[in-house]
C-alpha cells in the first residue's frame, strides 16, 4: 500500500527552466491538493482538484500549472521557474466524505 | 476567512515533561479542527482531528488536544514528552462545507534529555 508519493524528491533547477513535479495515490481520493512549505508561513494552498478534471487556484497560484487528467495523479508544473519558487512542496488526498487530508513526503525545489 | 495562529514559534522541553502547544482560530462558525506532525525530512501526519462531540480527543502517539469554543482554542498537550516527538506541530482548520484547510505557522519542539 503506497498511498501517496511524490517524485522527484529532490530537484536543482535553473532559473527559466520548465519544472513538473509529480504526485500519484492509490486510494483513489476524490480531492487532490498542492501546498508549498516556506519558513514562518506554514503551508500556504497552491491548487487544489476535486475530482479529474477540475482544477482551482488556491491561495498562491502564480507561477503554476495542474492537471489531473487520471484521479490519481495531480502534477505541479513551474512554467519558467523563478527563485521565489524555492521550497519544499507538498501533495496531499483526502476523500470526498471526509476533511482530513493525508500528505506525500514533499519535494524539495531549489531553483538557482 | 480563516485563520489560524499558533503563538509558538519555538519550544524547548525536557524528555519526560508535559507538553502544551497552543492554537487559536478564527472563524465564525464551529470549525473543523487537526493537528499534525512533521518530522525532519517528512511529509505531514495527520495527530488528530475534532468535528463534534466530545472537546476532549485523543490521537496518536499519546497526544490530545481540548476544543473551548468560549476560547477559540485547540490546544494541544502530552503528559510526558519522549526524545521521538521532537518534531514540528501544525494546527490546522477546516470550515464546514468548504474542504480546504488553513494551517498555522507551526511550532518547532525541541527535546532536550
Known amino acids: 500500500d503506497a498511498g501517496i508519493t511524490q517524485s522527484p524528491r529532490y530537484k536543482i533547477t535553473e532559473t527559466g527552466r520548465q519544472v513538473t513535479l509529480m504526485c500519484h495515490q492509490t486510494?483513489?481520493?476524490?480531492?487532490m491538493f498542492w501546498y508549498r512549505q516556506d519558513l514562518g508561513h506554514g503551508l500556504r494552498l497552491i491548487y487544489y482538484?476535486?475530482?479529474?478534471?477540475?482544477?482551482d487556484k488556491g491561495e498562491v497560484p502564480d507561477g503554476y500549472v495542474v492537471s489531473r487528467s487520471k484521479t490519481e495523479n495531480f502534477p505541479l508544473t513551474l512554467e519558467s521557474a523563478t527563485r521565489s519558487q524555492t521550497s519544499v512542496y507538498f501533495c496531499?488526498?483526502?476523500?470526498?466524505?471526509?476533511?482530513?487530508?493525508?500528505f506525500g513526503p514533499g519535494t524539495r525545489l531549489t531553483v538557482t | 476567512a480563516q485563520s489560524v495562529t499558533q503563538p509558538d514559534i519555538h519550544i524547548t522541553v525536557s524528555e519526560g515533561a508535559s507538553l502544551e502547544l497552543r492554537c487559536n482560530y478564527s472563524?465564525?462558525?464551529?470549525?473543523?479542527l487537526f493537528w499534525y506532525v512533521q518530522s525532519p525530512g517528512q511529509g505531514l501526519q495527520l495527530l488528530l482531528k475534532?468535528?463534534?462531540?466530545?472537546?476532549l480527543v485523543q490521537g496518536i502517539k499519546g497526544f490530545e488536544a481540548e476544543f473551548k469554543r468560549s476560547q477559540s482554542s485547540f490546544n494541544l498537550r502530552k503528559p510526558s514528552v519522549h526524545w521521538s516527538d521532537a518534531a514540528e506541530y501544525f494546527c490546522?482548520?477546516?470550515?464546514?462545507?468548504?474542504?480546504?484547510?488553513?494551517f498555522g505557522a507551526g511550532t518547532t519542539v525541541t527535546v532536550r534529555a
Open positions: 496531499a488526498s483526502r476523500t470526498s466524505g471526509s476533511y482530513e487530508q493525508y
Open positions: 486510494w483513489s481520493h476524490s480531492y
Open positions: 482538484s476535486a475530482a479529474a478534471d477540475i482544477t
Open positions: 472563524y465564525g462558525a464551529t470549525p473543523y
Open positions: 475534532y468535528f463534534s462531540g466530545d472537546t
Open positions: 490546522a482548520v477546516g470550515p464546514y462545507n468548504d474542504y480546504k484547510l488553513s
